[in-house]
């Protein structure tokens, strides 16, 4: 009978093995995933075309107790946008009981002219019939008409209770007369200047848009330099291949992305019981058919200056993401070949400490190999020795994706080489392990099916001075782009 100690050390060789064999499984994902083509949109496409062509764009803003001067920062941007001022409107969405939000949005309206306001009231009032309504209509508003939420009218009070209210009232006020586009950003989002017209080209070719993201707070603190780390390795690398012809299933990013208002309400608007809306709508889209074309001109945002608020932030992704893939894939008529790859577009996440494991755990069994003291088998070695090579090429090209990306809001080189200073690999090591807490917490939200109180993340006005050097002076309110008397819509918001 094995001894105690020869007992742990069978088992440290096979966890060691598990451990490199799951390893190489992540690296094998990333070549599907850098394997699949990215549909790109072409902004200039729009220059070309009849202003009178152009669609018109309804960009929602959902705002829950938020600084005036973030979202005075947003609107500064949105004064930028170069697309025709007859042929698009900015709604904010507070709701109605957030007066300190309202009494600021109409101070800032009289500031910024296209500001419009829809405050949304409790679901007991009238004016949600209209979607109540809607819901009866379209058997693909399927939290509505099966399972435990069937016929719930309480909705609950967070981002996407705001955007369904706000959406369907549009629709109503425009009685199907008019098709429009959808767009929505967060609180302290700022798009850039050729945002719409990335919408009017795009929107010739897919039925999905989506901008990518980037933080313009980068080197505002260390916490803030991590945080921004997740979206130069997301949104900047990974997510653009999951529009692949349409062959692959597709979340959205919750901001800066487009599509058509009679496509949403066909396909039954937000669903309001998970977490966040953004993975389960995209799916829905794609399972019916729609594609998906990126924009490559990012939103800046601003990411959480603290690790306590970046874990609050990540807890509701994950939550939002162990929710969308459960019960929604099958109620959608997802087919069971899609839902896997589907839970493929979550495995990244999942996967993240398996850097901080396997690679020290790899290059201490390789050091020992080449000095003759080798206690696993040659084959285990091999694997780690790929595992370490492929690991540095991989993050090679992140970090050259993230000094050209970071050009964007540092455009000083020094600033640029702090900020990859901040995210070496070491302190990504121990970034990677500390996405244990979130995903910790977000599966347990999601097994108590918490996380439908809108828990906002703080912001700051990181980015005030950076939209003012970006944009510079006010452009023209058209940029040249006079529309040539196309038919009018007419919203009452």
Same mark, same amino acid.
């Given at each position: 009978m094995a001894s105690l100690s020869e007992q742990m050390q069978f088992f440290a060789l096979y966890a060691f093995c598990a451990v490199q064999i799951a390893y190489s499984l992540t690296f094998l994902l990333?070549? +599907?995933?850098?394997?699949? !083509?990215?549909n790109w949109v072409d902004p200039s496409e729009a220059r070309r075309m009849d202003p009178a062509q152009y669609p018109y764009i309804v960009l929602f803003y959902p705002v829950l107790r938020e600084l005036e001067a973030t979202m005075r920062t947003t609107f500064l941007s949105l004064a930028q946008i170069e697309y025709p001022r007859d042929r698009y409107s900015v709604v904010a969405i507070p709701n109605?009981?957030? =007066?300190?939000?309202?009494?600021?949005?109409? @101070?800032?309206?009289?500031e910024f002219s296209f500001l419009h306001i829809i405050e949304v009231p409790h679901t007991s009032h009238k004016n949600w019939r209209v979607v109540w309504d809607s819901w009866n209509r379209v058997k693909k508003a399927y939290w509505w008409h099966?399972?435990?939420?069937?016929?719930?009218?309480?909705?609950? !009070?967070?981002?996407? =209770?705001? *955007?369904?209210? /706000?959406?369907y009232r549009i629709v109503h006020s425009v009685g199907g007369k008019h098709d429009?586009?959808?767009?929505?950003?967060?609180? $302290?989002?700022?798009? !850039? /200047? $050729?945002?719409?017209?990335?919408?009017?080209?795009?929107?010739?070719? +897919? $039925?999905?848009?989506?901008?990518?993201?980037i933080a313009g707070n980068l080197n505002a603190s260390l916490a803030a330099s991590w945080h921004a780390f997740d979206h130069m390795a997301w949104d900047g690398m990974k997510y653009p291949h999951l529009s692949a012809d349409g062959k692959h299933p597709f979340w959205v990013l919750g901001k800066g992305l487009f599509f058509r208002a009679s496509d949403l309400v066909e396909l039954g608007g937000f669903h309001p019981w998970i977490t966040i809306e953004d993975p389960e709508v995209g799916m829905r889209f794609w399972t019916n058919g729609k594609r998906l074309g990126i924009i490559a001109n990012p939103l800046i945002e601003e990411v !959480?200056?603290?690790?306590?608020?970046?874990?609050?932030?990540? %807890? @509701? &992704?994950?939550?939002?993401?162990?929710?969308?893939?459960a019960t929604p894939l099958k109620a959608m008529g997802m087919a069971p070949r899609?839902? *896997? %790859?589907? &839970?493929?577009?979550?495995?990244?996440?999942?996967?993240l400490s398996l850097n901080s494991i396997g690679l020290p755990l790899g290059i201490w069994v390789s050091a020992n190999f080449l000095f003759g003291a080798s206690v696993v088998p040659f084959w285990a070695v091999a694997l780690s020795l790929v595992n370490i090579v492929i690991f540095v090429l991989s993050m090679t090209r992140l970090y050259v994706r993230t000094w050209q990306r970071s050009a964007l809001v540092l455009p000083r080189r020094r600033d640029r080489l &702090? +900020?990859? *200073?901040?995210v070496n690999p070491v302190f990504i090591m121990v970034w990677w392990l500390i996405w244990l807490i979130p995903l910790w917490i977000g599966l347990r939200m999601f097994l108590r099916d918490e996380g439908l109180v809108w828990e906002r993340t703080e912001k700051t006005d990181a980015n005030h001075a950076l939209v003012r050097r970006t944009r510079g002076r006010t452009a023209p309110a058209e940029a040249g782009l006079e529309t040539r008397r196309p038919q009018p819509v007419q919203l009452r918001v």
């Amino acid at each position: 009978m094995a001894s105690l100690s020869e007992q742990m050390q069978f088992f440290a060789l096979y966890a060691f093995c598990a451990v490199q064999i799951a390893y190489s499984l992540t690296f094998l994902l990333d070549f +599907y995933f850098f394997s699949r !083509p990215i549909n790109w949109v072409d902004p200039s496409e729009a220059r070309r075309m009849d202003p009178a062509q152009y669609p018109y764009i309804v960009l929602f803003y959902p705002v829950l107790r938020e600084l005036e001067a973030t979202m005075r920062t947003t609107f500064l941007s949105l004064a930028q946008i170069e697309y025709p001022r007859d042929r698009y409107s900015v709604v904010a969405i507070p709701n109605a009981d957030d =007066r300190v939000t309202v009494a600021a949005l109409r @101070r800032l309206q009289k500031e910024f002219s296209f500001l419009h306001i829809i405050e949304v009231p409790h679901t007991s009032h009238k004016n949600w019939r209209v979607v109540w309504d809607s819901w009866n209509r379209v058997k693909k508003a399927y939290w509505w008409h099966a399972g435990k939420h069937a016929h719930n009218r309480n909705l609950p !009070p967070k981002k996407t =209770r705001q *955007l369904i209210y /706000a959406f369907y009232r549009i629709v109503h006020s425009v009685g199907g007369k008019h098709d429009f586009l959808v767009n929505y950003i967060d609180a $302290d989002s700022c798009p !850039p /200047a $050729d945002h719409f017209l990335a919408a009017a080209a795009g929107m010739q070719h +897919y $039925d999905v848009l989506q901008a990518q993201n980037i933080a313009g707070n980068l080197n505002a603190s260390l916490a803030a330099s991590w945080h921004a780390f997740d979206h130069m390795a997301w949104d900047g690398m990974k997510y653009p291949h999951l529009s692949a012809d349409g062959k692959h299933p597709f979340w959205v990013l919750g901001k800066g992305l487009f599509f058509r208002a009679s496509d949403l309400v066909e396909l039954g608007g937000f669903h309001p019981w998970i977490t966040i809306e953004d993975p389960e709508v995209g799916m829905r889209f794609w399972t019916n058919g729609k594609r998906l074309g990126i924009i490559a001109n990012p939103l800046i945002e601003e990411v !959480p200056l603290t690790f306590a608020h970046g874990i609050t932030q990540r %807890k @509701r &992704w994950v939550a939002g993401f162990f929710q969308s893939l459960a019960t929604p894939l099958k109620a959608m008529g997802m087919a069971p070949r899609d839902r *896997l %790859k589907a &839970w493929l577009n979550f495995l990244p996440c999942l996967s993240l400490s398996l850097n901080s494991i396997g690679l020290p755990l790899g290059i201490w069994v390789s050091a020992n190999f080449l000095f003759g003291a080798s206690v696993v088998p040659f084959w285990a070695v091999a694997l780690s020795l790929v595992n370490i090579v492929i690991f540095v090429l991989s993050m090679t090209r992140l970090y050259v994706r993230t000094w050209q990306r970071s050009a964007l809001v540092l455009p000083r080189r020094r600033d640029r080489l &702090w +900020y990859l *200073l901040r995210v070496n690999p070491v302190f990504i090591m121990v970034w990677w392990l500390i996405w244990l807490i979130p995903l910790w917490i977000g599966l347990r939200m999601f097994l108590r099916d918490e996380g439908l109180v809108w828990e906002r993340t703080e912001k700051t006005d990181a980015n005030h001075a950076l939209v003012r050097r970006t944009r510079g002076r006010t452009a023209p309110a058209e940029a040249g782009l006079e529309t040539r008397r196309p038919q009018p819509v007419q919203l009452r918001v």
